[in-house]
């Protein structure tokens, strides 16, 4: 887990990188009610934890540099007994200090009478703008207060600012600490993708696959997928988010699994595309073996230096090129690539920013140009080929072909590393796995 001393941290940096005479405000996640008296399992915010470590609903943090009392100031729950014998323990005002490093704590119900202390004399106040509940009234509220005071020598905020850009630049860059829990969150998806592989079997439903990734995930402690689980059998692999997860997995069926566990709030994100009968049809191998193609040349992309779309534009070559092999495009390479007539078969990127968030926060271009790939920065590379049944103008041997390949890439020094290298990926390697089964 990540230490008290790295929140620090990130907090002392964050204020360093903050306006002379400023202040920044978060909120945590608020609880939501699933149905009546039944609550959704919390998931704290991934910005506020990330700067706080601190899992409970109901809290503002406070960043006030070179704040005489404190910089962090931190307003919770206060601790209530009778509280704590039905729903469990919680930090309490003497928690968020002595646990959580808040300089000082205050009742969250005393957020309207504090604030307007806290933001007298501040001239710009960081908060994210886009942010939803009460927080942004608050700020506003406690503003009006400040200004109605102006004549008697109050000094109100004049500038607001939105924090995200500030956390998530941050955000994007992990710590040794942080690839600890990825690599655990990674591990254990690995072990549950090849628990699917080792117990599909013809006429077997997605949902009992689902199950058996969701039993791997719990019984090494890591109660919360990352995200839905896609699990897509024959032509559902073409529906890119398919998550009902309902079918009868037929024989001679490809099943598409896009699942990865969450650990200490850092998310896997794997996809493997496997047959049913643990053997693939010519057509199958084929359209298999180009996504694969085109995952090792996006890959091979990925170092310091080159750019964010270095890896998409690798993918897509080799995807053009294999689509006018196999007959299903026609046309000079060039200009179809130009024309992105791939699309109806590849409609999305090869990868996205991987982290707290499965689809991970930080800016993918800078003044305009595609980023520049740096050690530390986590991504997943997961090109795909989508042909559904409906798709009438190609060859039917490759109707209702749906495949995605995706891994977990760290950016290094001299390179990169694919966390997820230990999970089967090729023809070969996948068909053994299951014929063992078998």
Known sequence: MIRSAEFKQRRKQLMRQMKKHSIALLASAPAVTRNRDVEYPFRQDSDFHYLTGFDEPEAVAVFAPKRELGEFILFCREYDETKAVWTGRHAGLEGAREVFGADEAYPIQELGKILPQLLDGRRAVYYPLAAEGELPRQIMAAVLEVREKARAGAKPPTEFIDLDSLVHEKRLFKSEAELQLLRKAVEV?????RRAMKTVRPGMFEYQIEAELMHEFMRHGLRSPAYSSIVAGGENACVLHYTENSE????????????GAEYGNYAADITRTFPVNGRFSEAQRQIYQLVLDAQGAAIAEVRPGKRWNDPHDAAVRVLVKGLVRLGLLEGRISKLIKDEAYKPFYMHRTGHWLGMDVHDV????????????????????E????IPASCLHVDSQWRGIGVRIEDDVLVTRDGCEVLTSD????????????????
Do not use: C, F, N, Q
């Open 362 to 381: 930080g800016d993918y271009k800078v003044d305009d140009e595609w980023r520049l790939l740096e050690p530390g920065m986590v991504l997943t590379v």
């Open 383 to 386: 090109p795909g080929l989508y």
């Open 423 to 438: 999970l089967p990926k090729t023809v070969a390697e996948i068909e053994a796995l299951m014929r063992i089964e078998s």
């Open 189 to 193: 998806s690995i072990l549950a993708h």
């Open 248 to 259: 009868r997995l037929d024989d001679g069926d490809l099943l598409l699994i896009d699942a």
